[in-house]
Nanobody, 115 residues
Framework: VQLQASGGGLVQAGGSLRLSCAASGSISKFRMGWYRQTPGNQRELVASVTLVGTTNYADSVKDRFTISRDDAKNTVYLQMNSLNPDDTAVYFC???????????WGQGTLVTVSS
C-alpha cells in the first residue's frame, strides 16, 4: 500500500486545515494514523482510527483534531482546528496491520502555524 498525504500548508494561529491521506489500495483492514515530527524529535502519534472506527488522540490535540476514514475512498482525514504554533510539524500518515505485520508510511506533509 502506498500512501499519499496532502493538505499541509501555512496557516495562522487559530485557523484550520484538513489533511488527507489517499492509499493506493484497500485500507479496510488497517489501523490508520497520523503522526507528526519536528526537527530533532521523534515521530509522535497524533491520532489513530481502527478498522471499526475507534479513535485515539494525543492529549495535546484532543478536542481540536478529528480523525476520520472513508474506506470506500481508501482515504483517511485529519481535521485540525484551533491550530497553534506548537502544531507546526511534518505530518505523516500511517497504515498498520498487526497480522504480518505491515506498516506503511506516507511521505509527509508540512504544517506551519504562524503566531
Amino acid at each position: 500500500v502506498q500512501l499519499q498525504a496532502s493538505g499541509g500548508g501555512l496557516v495562522q494561529a487559530g485557523g484550520s486545515l484538513r489533511l488527507s491521506c489517499a492509499a493506493s489500495g484497500s485500507i479496510s483492514k488497517f489501523r490508520m494514523g497520523w503522526y507528526r515530527q519536528t526537527p530533532g524529535n521523534q515521530r509522535e502519534l497524533v491520532a489513530s482510527v481502527t478498522l471499526v472506527g475507534t479513535t485515539n488522540y494525543a492529549d495535546s490535540v484532543k478536542d481540536r483534531f478529528t480523525i476520520s476514514r472513508d474506506d470506500a475512498k481508501n482515504t483517511v482525514y485529519l481535521q485540525m482546528n484551533s491550530l497553534n504554533p506548537d502544531d507546526t510539524a511534518v505530518y505523516f500518515c500511517n497504515a498498520f496491520l498487526m497480522i504480518g505485520p505491515y506498516n506503511y508510511w506516507g511521505q509527509g506533509t508540512l504544517v506551519t502555524v504562524s503566531s
